[in-house]
């Protein structure tokens, strides 16, 4: 008798570890959260508990250099992931399409998403603090599970309906864009920043 694993869902994790770099995004992050009026307002209107310069800035790159020298650490992680996941680009390589701060404060979370018309997504973290959230992904079959009977308390990670990942300052996080994916409600006492972004074909 044997078993096959069929239609792996894979997420990616690497540490860049770069103090300096992680130094030099805090304070821009927490200098955009000061300076973009658009993107403040668009949290209060949406109720976000916090900052994100999702909705207001698409230029951080040539904003300010931390973001481009992000960009070009992320670079060779997008490059290793996409042949991991076998994808066939025809030759090409896939583009930044857009990338953004984060900075969730205490009680903030960030409801369930996919992000359409992209290929790959992620996260890389800035600061995390004790009692931070995780960042939690859905099984992608849930929608079409109807009389399955749910999995064991004990059961192994690739077998649960919902997984939680830790992530630590200077961890880079991708997964495939169509990946259902959440952030509960930040129990730490202080804010957790990132740099969220899309890659695209």
Not at 156 to 164: A, C, G, L, P, T
Not at 173 to 187: A, I, K, Q, T
Request: glycine fraction near 6%; proline fraction near 6%.
């Amino acid at each position: 008798m044997t078993t096959n694993r069929l239609f792996v869902t894979e997420l990616y994790r690497a540490s860049l570890g770069d103090a300096e770099l992680n130094a030099d995004l805090l304070d821009a992050a927490k200098m955009l959260a000061k300076e973009d009026k658009a993107g403040r307002a668009w949290c209060r209107e949406n109720g976000y508990q916090g900052y994100t310069s999702y909705s207001s800035l698409d230029d951080l790159p040539q904003r300010a250099t931390c973001f481009d020298q992000l960009v070009r650490a992320m670079k060779p992680h997008v490059e290793a992931f996409t042949g991991q996941l076998q994808m066939d680009l025809r030759g090409k390589r896939l583009k930044l399409d857009n990338i953004w701060v984060n900075v969730l404060e205490p009680g903030g979370s960030h409801t369930g998403h996919i992000h359409p018309h992209c290929v790959l997504s992620g996260t890389y973290y800035v600061r995390v603090p004790d009692g931070a959230s995780s960042l939690k992904f859905e099984d992608p079959r849930l929608p079409m599970m109807m009389a399955a009977p749910a999995p064991r308390e004990d059961a192994d990670e690739e077998h649960r309906r919902f997984v939680y990942v830790a992530p630590k300052a200077g961890d880079l996080l991708l997964w495939e864009s169509w990946l259902r994916h959440e952030v509960p409600p930040n129990r730490a006492a202080s804010s957790r920043v990132s740099v969220s972004f899309n890659y695209r074909a």
